[in-house]
């Protein structure tokens, strides 16, 4: 009865030592403009904007701004203001 008590202890010791899991956590990355729900037209260009944050690290921060099909803009370096 002594060991399962024991062996409890050793698996909830260290969370995260197995995985290698960190405390980093990812970039958020919002788009500003155009607001959601606006209208687009066919054939016509569209300027995006958005902010982008990384709460553990936003220096050389970048950014590729992609649909589902394909890559739209080049990878392109956030501002020290998260703008892009």
Do not use: H, N
């Amino acid at each position: 009865m002594r060991i399962a008590p024991v062996l409890l202890l050793v698996l909830l010791g260290c969370p995260g030592a197995e995985t290698g899991e960190t405390d980093d956590k990812p970039p958020e990355a919002i788009i500003t403009y155009p607001e959601g729900g606006t209208r687009l037209l066919d054939g016509y260009p569209v300027q995006f904007r958005g902010l982008v944050t990384d709460p553990d690290d936003a220096d050389g921060l970048t950014v590729t701004w992609t649909t589902d099909s394909r890559e739209l803009c080049a990878e392109t370096p956030v501002g020290p203001d998260g703008l892009v």
